[in-house]
């Protein structure tokens, strides 16, 4: 008999960390095929107008090139997330400066971006709407005319301009506001974020004698390229195969379309493999970014902090195209109650086509614009009541056994701990505001979130090998988070083996089971799932041949450290070895376990709560996060420097406490930027900081050295091993935590993001006087 020595709930390092501190990870520009050409795109240069025709006579007596293409070589074919709008290059019309019109396929990148030049667009140019507000305007200009005809993958509600409209309800608001002895209201204003992902878009593709094609990408789903490819060009689904080698960051940016549908033209129209890799401009200008919310909220409470009411409003600008838009809408208002017992709710949101380039998923999806305006209402409540800020998170937090905003039951739910646990953490170092600097103010803030892990379809495979180790493929997407070496300590928990004797293999949509892809926090918890129920599938193989061989029964059997089964009770065991052999050569056949599931767990229960134009229907398991931030403010310039910060993310169990501590501390930077610096900015429709000299994004040098973290573990009662997700809650409460550090320190209470030194120092200017 042994002892059992855990894999699950150990730091083990990633298990890409060798090959890319040793720069041998291989990434989309480090590939190449025999007799490759090279693609470039041309940009539009007007926001608005109809094609009229195309002049490539010129860029095709370029020496080396060998095809241009637009959008008379592609048909009538149209992609989307939720509403299909989007076609593979753009066709007919014009939506956007910066939208792909052309592209040309080469011996040489240099050559292909010259000859793309040369390219000319007839266009007759159009009136433009640049603000959901102009959009929605009556006698707007029209971006989709065939809106009406397009295919919605939800019961949308849309016309015009209008993208998609989404309502929930719960309680009665009109009657509460009556209940309320306090109200506060006001109006936020959230910027466009860029996902500055280390590695641009690319893809590479080719096609072989009998036309089938094989598409390497940067993404975050293999399955969601497929799709999104063949719909765009019109290809049965089995002509395509979709593969991702290292992918250097995510975000968001790259789970739906981008190049891939150009560059798989190309092929198809050459013959020839085609690399394609946005330059860093074209990458901020065409792909997608973080959505630019407009929130009108009102929260109500009773004198003693019970939080009564709370109404929403939210406005999005949706870009050209549709993309994830409806998702976060609806997502949004979701979350728009935040993590706390308010039985009257109503969160009522638009989005609406502009003549921008599209904005979709970014970590968070929505969720840190309505929180933003949720925790500095609460603790405005607060502070006109007379209530501890903490005290009044405490006192409205959702407990287990209660219900989120729709009426989902919540099963895990460890709130209440991460407030005490990073209330105990901030408090236990000593906060003096005449600790700050001559000429600075100090203050602190608190922010809590909650945020989702469950969501859509996934799947695992595990094959148990001849010499008895084995293989798992999930075609989940790793794109810098671990999640391969997540899902491998699952497996090998599981089975018992050495982590080392557990292969991993690369996403594939010829070979892997289907996932949805590596975005909403999912992976660890849904694919999670998955891998543990084939694993268990492969247990029960194991188990069935060992008792044949051992002259017992599977219940009498258990799995041992190192790969061994053996008889409960006694030293009698077989290796996985001698088990897989008898299967290979003898009996049933090589064990492969399998195992395929979707969330079907309803978003909204119509006995507490009602919703219309909800893209997700099923949607739920939530992780939890409170966090301190403490901030200094430069009183001359207004300059916001977060000094210290302390997280406690409740993530049902830490499968590799190391990795849930990094996403701890990359969500409090990207979040930080979000908050302080970064901002896409437009000037009508041209964007105007397409690059990392005018974008300001934080470096290492501005994140602060201490930022502290503790794990809470309630474990989710199906999740892997009890886990949930960690990926974007740690991001969600940070812009909210730092408004309220800024308030503390200033007293002034900031709407707008991000909170630069000018806003900063203005307000301070104005409260003055």
Known sequence: MTVHTPIVGTSVPKRDAKEKVLGQARYIADMTRPGMLHGAILQSHVAHARILGYDVSEALKVPGVHAVLTGDDVGDFRMGAFVKDETAIAKEKILYLGEPVAAVAADDEETARYAARLIKVAVEELPGVFSPEEALAPGAPILHEKLESYFKVFPAVCGGNLLSQTEITEGDVAKAWAECDIIVEGEYETQPQYHLSMEPCGALSEIDVDGRITLWSANQSVFRVQANVCESLGLPMSRLRCLTPKVGAGFGNKMEPHIQPICVALTMKTGRPVKMILNRAEDMETVRARHPFKVKMKTGAKKDGTLVAREVEALLDGGAFGDDSPGVLGYSLLMARGPYRIPNARCFGRVAYTNKMRFGAFRGFGN????????????????????????????????????????????????????????????????????????????????????????????????????????????????????????????????????????????????????????????????????????????RQIKDH????????????????????????????????????????????????????????????????????????????????????????????????????????????????????????????????????????????????????????????????????QIVEHPEPDGPCGAKGVGEISLVPVPAAIANAIADAAGIHLTQLPFTPERVLNAMLAKKS
């Open 546 to 709: 060992a008792a044949a061989m051992l002259n017992t029964t599977p219940d009498q059997l258990e799995l041992r450290d190192g790969g061994f089964v053996g008889i409960k009770g006694s030293n009698t065991q077989l290796p996985y070895l001698a088990v897989s052999a008898r299967a290979h050569w003898g009996v049933g056949g090589p064990i492969v376990g399998t195992n395929t599931l979707v969330f079907d767990t309803p978003t909204i229960d119509p006995k507490h709560g009602a919703a219309t134009g909800l893209p997700f229907g099923q949607i739920g398991v939530f992780s939890f996060c409170a966090m301190v931030c403490e901030v200094d403010i430069d009183e001359t310039t207004g300059k916001v420097e977060p000094v210290r910060a302390w997280y406690a993310a409740d993530v049902g169990k830490a499968i590799n406490p190391r990795l849930v501590e990094v996403q701890m501390e990359g969500g409090f930077v990207q979040g930080m930027g979000f908050a302080l610096t970064e901002e896409l900015v437009w000037e009508g429709p041209r964007l105007v900081n397409p690059n990392l000299r005018d974008y300001k994004a934080p470096t290492m040098l501005d994140a602060p050295y201490d930022i502290h973290t």
């Open 368 to 539: 840190p614009q309505v929180s933003l305006a949720g925790e500095t209402q609460i603790d405005q409540i607060a502070d006109k009541l007379g209530i501890d800020h903490f005290e009044i998170r405490l006192k409205n937090a959702l407990k287990d056994g209660e219900r989120w905003f729709g009426g989902q039951l919540l099963k895990s739910n460890g709130l209440i701990e991460c407030i005490e646990k990073a209330r105990a953490a901030s408090e236990s170092v000593k906060h003096l505001k005449s600790q700050a600097a001559k000429g600075k103010l100090r203050g602190r803030g608190i922010a809590v979130g909650g945020h989702i892990s469950g969501l859509l379809a996934t799947g695992a495979i595990v094959r148990l090998l001849e010499d008895g180790t084995a293989v798992l493929n999930t075609g989940a997407v790793d794109i810098g988070q671990g999640s391969d070496t997540v899902l491998t300590q699952l497996c090998a928990e599981t089975l018992r083996l050495p982590l080392d004797k557990v292969a991993l293999a690369s996403p594939d949509t010829d070979g892997s089971p289907y996932n949805w892809g590596t975005t909403a926090s999912r992976v660890t918890y849904t694919t999670g799932r998955a891998v543990v129920a084939a694993s268990k599938d492969v247990e």
